[in-house]
């Protein structure tokens, strides 16, 4: 038979359980040390169920963000399940904290813009299986899955490639999330790189390599020059921002 002071126990236990998940949100904020660079417009729920409103990453807007821990955090373990609703992102992710920030499971869809000297172009993203761990400086510090975008669909078809998306790995370098592809065309090779670079947005950065300069017909030429491209020793270069 249970003796009553070990259901009073028992209770007190359960009471405080309850207790500690019903706290408001904007309670627990107070004693949590937001990871650099990520800002929002108040909290909303529970320690169990929380909203972040229109958050931002070191001034790049993400959206609203909900957040439900594992049930390992009573032990002081942050781990749980992030959902980001946004205008332009969406995504879902299980993320722990280790020697740093571990994201897992990451899948995500994004519609991202951008110009290129007086030419606007834009495309969808999507992120499928992907795994990455920061620092706490939010540095990254390696990373896994695949990204797939149609952004570049235009360019292609300027040079006469078919208007394929790019399909491509995402890895660390240098401290941020990185994308590189290489994809070949009729004379040439197109190489590009696209770094997430917090406040900066992400940083794309695209070389046409030419086997022959001499040969480059001038509708090409003019299309460069038109697009920010300028020539150098490895070939045509340029730089761009894309936004969310």
Same mark, same amino acid.
């Given at each position: 038979m249970i003796?009553?002071?070990?259901?009073v126990a028992i209770g007190a236990a359960v009471f405080l359980f309850f207790c500690l998940f019903l706290l408001p949100a904007a309670s627990v904020l107070n004693f949590v040390n937001m990871p650099a660079g990520f800002t929002h417009n108040g909290a909303a729920g529970s320690l169990w169920s929380m909203r972040l409103n229109n958050v931002a990453f070191r001034g790049t807007p993400v959206g609203n963000v909900y957040w439900s821990p594992n049930v390992g955090i009573i032990f002081g373990a942050l781990s749980g399940t992030v959902r980001i609703e946004g205008p332009t992102?969406? &995504?879902? =992710?299980?993320?722990?904290?280790?020697?740093?920030?571990?994201?897992e499971n990451l899948q995500a869809t994004a519609q991202l813009r951008g110009r290129m000297a007086s030419q606007e172009f834009s495309g969808g993203v999507r992120v499928v299986n992907a795994a990455a761990t920061f620092d706490r400086r939010s540095l990254c510090l390696s990373a896994s899955g695949e990204l797939r975008t149609n952004a570049f669909e235009d360019m =292609?078809?300027?040079?006469?490639? &078919?208007?394929?998306?790019?399909?491509?790995?995402?890895?660390?370098?240098?401290? =941020?999330?990185?994308?590189?592809f290489v994809r070949p065309f009729s004379g040439g090779t197109l190489e590009a790189s696209a770094q997430l670079r917090h406040a900066n947005g992400v940083a794309l950065s695209v070389l046409l390599r030419f086997e022959n300069e001499a040969a480059i017909?001038?509708?090409?030429i003019g299309w460069l020059e038109s697009n920010g491209f300028s020539a150098s020793e490895e070939g045509w270069q340029t730089t761009s921002r894309l936004t969310f």
């Amino acid at each position: 038979m249970i003796k009553s002071t070990h259901l009073v126990a028992i209770g007190a236990a359960v009471f405080l359980f309850f207790c500690l998940f019903l706290l408001p949100a904007a309670s627990v904020l107070n004693f949590v040390n937001m990871p650099a660079g990520f800002t929002h417009n108040g909290a909303a729920g529970s320690l169990w169920s929380m909203r972040l409103n229109n958050v931002a990453f070191r001034g790049t807007p993400v959206g609203n963000v909900y957040w439900s821990p594992n049930v390992g955090i009573i032990f002081g373990a942050l781990s749980g399940t992030v959902r980001i609703e946004g205008p332009t992102l969406n &995504a879902s =992710f299980d993320v722990s904290d280790g020697p740093g920030l571990i994201v897992e499971n990451l899948q995500a869809t994004a519609q991202l813009r951008g110009r290129m000297a007086s030419q606007e172009f834009s495309g969808g993203v999507r992120v499928v299986n992907a795994a990455a761990t920061f620092d706490r400086r939010s540095l990254c510090l390696s990373a896994s899955g695949e990204l797939r975008t149609n952004a570049f669909e235009d360019m =292609f078809a300027a040079l006469g490639m &078919a208007r394929n998306a790019v399909t491509a790995p995402l890895v660390c370098r240098d401290g =941020f999330l990185t994308v590189d592809f290489v994809r070949p065309f009729s004379g040439g090779t197109l190489e590009a790189s696209a770094q997430l670079r917090h406040a900066n947005g992400v940083a794309l950065s695209v070389l046409l390599r030419f086997e022959n300069e001499a040969a480059i017909p001038e509708q090409i030429i003019g299309w460069l020059e038109s697009n920010g491209f300028s020539a150098s020793e490895e070939g045509w270069q340029t730089t761009s921002r894309l936004t969310f």
